[in-house]
């Protein structure tokens, strides 16, 4: 490919708003261009390297014995209704209608579609198992699409489904995908790891794992222990209580003692009053679950995960309850709800549970408890893990090690459904003996536009994008200093010939710019190897050098060939 008819408009700057490294450099680069808030054209480069990995996507699927189909994105809203998921999506699910007012959505995943399909054509244990997938176009309203292709409103994923007539068979082809996977972010040059997750509006009744990849921008936190294996989500991490902790002065008092704290509302208000550290206190919020009222008690120190509140009460809906509704429950002013003397459900995390004693509100407007003895005065509540996780947590899983923080994009997610959509959607199979059961399914989703970003984040400099061999638009880039000399020319459209020939792709710079525009751009765009033709073209002689090395070699033009075609 000539370079003077590609169309790869660079950028000297990128955009202001542009806060990932990967979003400037793709802009700069001219991967992409935005149409819209989270809505992106692929110019050529950008799409030669989607392709390379919807490629190796592909064949990693095929090799797991997986079958491609291709679902329409447009989805009748009627079986999101049966599967009871068209109000908990949520406002990210894109809702129309059409001129003969039917409902519909258009597809951020594509379950319940994939299960009315197999419901129709897959009746025998004999058909199973069975794993499809496709590549394709999903839509989400994001509140706030940022970050170029690592938070969009279209994108392009990847998402499989398998069908098993039992659970192990469902283990099975569980680890296919993820062995699977593994394999496909190995080849596209992604350092990943494989983090336990909360299934979130998926669902599911077995395990779940996300694939990381390790970046700075990365939204999603990922607690991991120093000593063993364990990995997962900051809103799955769990931790270890192994003893009763004791709090200091705190917890030296016996009996319930009420405590004047005239507007002293917030924990580090409580910190300063009593000249105690924040894990002294018992902090309580107030939410709804559902629309009713519940509790939640943490220790200072600690936030509340709501997602993992959410599922302990199995609920569609939490949030924080509005004033009104906290004060009618507590009888206090915001700032000193406490454990004692509610009404409603309580849910105590273990680490509150393992104090023994602290100082928590009093339900009463400037009053809190000291010596809250939990044995005592939360008997009756809910125990479990409430809380996020924090570094230095002792791991659940070795009880050992220690847990440490790192930030991760989520590139990947495999899930174990079971029978959450087979049986509101009655997807029903004959089983061996003959009697009628659901379908036992697993989905399985990788971000394929995202994978873009992931890799412009793990793989880039301050000069430019450095893309693995893998995936990158062009293998080799060759450059003549000057246009307008024609023994480079000559020598650099032969070295191009060859390399093509020989079914390496390559692109020749053939622009009439100056050689600093033309190293400059090479840099930004990322090429792996670079073959620079200059003042010794009439000897044969070259310049080599790759994208990810500072060193230059001066070769002859057959070694300069064999190096590029390695």
Known sequence: MRQSQLFMPTLREA?????????????RAGLIRQLAAGIYTYLPLGRRVLRKLEQIVREEMDQAGAQEVLMPALQPAELWQQSSRYEVYGPELIRLRDRHEREFTLGPTHEEVITALVRGEVNSYRQLPMTLYQIQTKFRDEKRPRYGLLRGREFLMKDAYSFDADWDGLHRS??????????????????????????????????????????????DTIAACNACSYAANLEKAEYRIGHKENNGPASQKKELERLHTPDIKKVDQLVEAFGLGADAFMKTLIYTADGKPVAVIVRGDHEVNEIKVKNALAANNLELADQETAERVTGAPTGFAGPIGLNIPILADHAVLAMDAGIAGANEKDYH???????????????????????????????????TFHLGIEVGHVFKLGTKYSETLNAKFLNGSGTEQPLIMGCYGIGVSRLLSAVVEQHSDSNGIIWPKSIAPYRVHVIPVSAKDQAQMDLALHIASRLQEAGVETLLDDRDERPGVKFKDSDLIGIPIRIVVGKHAAEGIVELKLRNEAIVQKLDLEEAIAAALK
């Open 174 to 219: 569980y680890m296919s995908m993820y062995e699977a996977y593994n394999r496909i972010f190995t080849r596209c040059g992604l350092h990943c790891r494989a983090v336990e997750a909360d299934a979130g509006s998926i669902g599911g009744e077995g395990g779940t794992h996300e694939f990381m990849a390790l970046a700075d921008i990365g939204e």
């Open 15 to 27: 955009p202001s708003d542009a806060e990932a490294a990967s979003h400037r450099l793709m802009l």
């Open 369 to 403: 408890f000291g010596s809250v003895n939990p044995d005592d005065h939360l008997a009756n509540a809910q125990a479990g893990d409430y809380r996020n996780a924090i570094a230095g947590d002792c791991c659940p899983r070795c009880g050992q090690g220690r847990l």
